[in-house]
């Protein structure tokens, strides 16, 4: 069994500071672990994603996230907020040996001038 | 490539009447999946295939029916629909190579049933 936990539902930044989503993780097996985005009205676009590779990953737009199994966490991380980053995060998890993901219920990041 | 189809985009349907929404891949992928969006619920999984022939069910199966004759199209089919179908449907298909799967997702299809 597995399951995906987004400890924030609404987090809101101003332009130019650090943006922090969390994410902590339940597996049996060794995970899968993705970051996916949505815009508004949008699909889903992959950020990043885990695969018992380098723990430190680095995804498109300046965003990363470590895999810390001691924590189980895998936190997302962007160094600068940019206003186009505005948008609903999703934590996702799969199993080893499985295609079938497991969303969190998503973080909505706000970005404020 | 035109990756991951999904038509219709947006539908509207009365209680109690059938349709079916469709997908399309065209990476000669084996698994699919389709999946339920709903606001502060993330994705959950409604059914999925691992190749033609062979579905299986996810987390929210009921009142839905899939079938998979190709693998290109994995159509899903609300039999009776009910107002607490009304949400966002993503489509998904994926491929292992090398210890890593990538999984791709379509548009979406939004339903509205009144």
């Known amino acids: 069994a597995q399951s995906v936990t987004q400890l924030d539902s609404h987090v809101s930044v101003s332009e130019g500071t650090p943006v922090l989503l969390r994410c902590n993780y339940s597996?049996?097996?060794?995970?899968?672990l993705f970051w996916y985005v949505q815009h508004p009205n949008k699909g889903l676009q992959l950020l990043l994603k885990?695969?018992?590779?380098?723990?430190l990953v680095k995804g498109i737009n300046g965003f990363e996230a470590e895999f810390k199994k001691s924590e189980t966490s895998f936190h997302l991380t962007k160094p600068s907020a940019h206003m186009s980053d505005a948008a609903e995060y999703f934590c996702?998890?799969?199993?080893?040996?499985?295609?079938?993901?497991?969303f969190g219920k998503g973080t909505k990041l706000s970005v404020i001038p | 490539n035109a990756g991951v189809t999904q038509t219709p985009k947006f539908q509207v349907l009365k209680t109690g009447q059938s349709m079916t929404l469709q997908c399309a891949q065209d990476m000669n992928h084996e698994y699919m999946s389709w999946y339920r969006q709903d606001p502060g619920m993330g994705l959950r999984l409604i059914h999925y295939?691992?190749?033609?022939?062979?579905?299986d069910q996810g987390e929210v199966p009921n009142g839905y029916n899939v079938s998979r004759s190709t693998t290109e199209d994995f159509p899903l089919r609300l039999l009776s629909a009910a107002p607490s179908q009304t949400s966002v449907y993503f489509c998904?298909?994926?491929?292992?190579?090398?210890?890593?799967?990538?999984?791709?997702f379509g548009p979406g299809t939004r339903l509205l049933v009144l």
């Open positions: 295939s691992v190749g033609a022939g062979i579905t």
């Open positions: 597996s049996s097996y060794s995970p899968s």
């Open positions: 885990y695969t018992s590779a380098a723990t």
């Open positions: 996702v998890v799969s199993g080893a040996g499985s295609y079938q993901l497991t």
């Open positions: 998904a298909s994926s491929y292992r190579t090398g210890g890593e799967e990538t999984q791709y």
